[in-house]
């Protein structure tokens, strides 16, 4: 049971243009959610999270949004530079343990120079 | 400081052979954990550590085996392991439950696994 769901495994931006990717989950206990950033031969990083109380929060570039009717979340990126290239995570705490995540499949994001 | 490093780097070992993996953290988090991630999937979580005892076995085969000696050390013993067990092993660590962002965790850059 895949609690947490990327549908796109990759994605291709031009550098300067918007990246959005997507993340849909079906447990609607889950009250948080967190976006990670993978490059390779590393371990992830955090990147910006989101509480469900929001539907929205921005960090620089990164803005990430949330919907709870439809239980699908985004991670908005602009500009997008080559440097974002990286495998993105969805995760989300489960229920009754802040600290075990659920991890999404990961879409691989690629910015074109 | 606000690394997690992980040794070693690298590991190939034979299905007989005896080997540990290494995590050390300095940011007082008390809750530990290990992941493992193979290619193109998403980090599984296999253990979880609180207050150095273990909380959390996600059923994984006692052929993983961890320990955590103290509040800044986790390691991963292993024996006895399958070509199907090479995968890259990711340590982590946290604050506990109540502080922090839910669900931020401090990743290491992993140990790359190869079980000939």
């Known amino acids: 049971d895949q609690q947490v769901k990327q549908n796109s495994p990759s994605l291709s931006v031009q550098e300067g243009r918007i990246s959005i990717l997507n993340c849909d989950y079906t447990?609607?206990?889950?009250?948080?959610f967190l976006w990670y950033k993978k490059y390779p031969a590393e371990g992830p990083t955090f990147l910006i999270s989101i509480s469900s109380i929001k539907d929205k929060n921005e960090d620089g570039r990164f803005t990430v949004f949330l919907n709870k009717s439809a239980k699908h979340l985004s991670l908005h990126i602009v500009p997008s530079q080559p440097g974002d290239s990286a495998v993105y995570f969805c995760?989300?705490?489960?229920?009754?343990?802040?600290?075990?995540?659920?991890f999404g499949s990961g879409t691989q994001l690629t910015v074109l120079p | 400081d606000t690394e997690v490093t992980q040794t070693p780097k690298h590991l190939v070992m034979g299905m007989t052979n005896k080997k540990s993996l290494k995590c050390e953290q300095h940011m007082g988090h008390r809750a530990m954990y290990w992941y493992k991630q193979k290619a193109k999937k998403p980090p599984e979580l296999m253990f979880v550590y609180s207050y150095e005892k273990l909380s959390i076995n996600e059923s994984v085969p006692s052929r993983f085996s961890p320990e955590c000696p103290n509040s800044s050390l986790l390691n991963l013993h292993l024996h006895a392991l399958q070509p199907e067990d090479s995968a890259l092993y990711l340590c982590?660590?946290?604050?506990?439950?109540?502080?922090?962002?839910?669900?931020?965790?401090?990743f290491g850059e992993g140990s790359r696994l190869t079980v000939l």
């Open positions: 982590a660590s946290s604050q506990l439950p109540g502080t922090g962002i839910p669900g931020e965790l401090f």
């Open positions: 995760a989300a705490p489960r229920w009754g343990s802040a600290r075990q995540l659920t």
């Open positions: 447990n609607s206990m889950f009250d948080y």
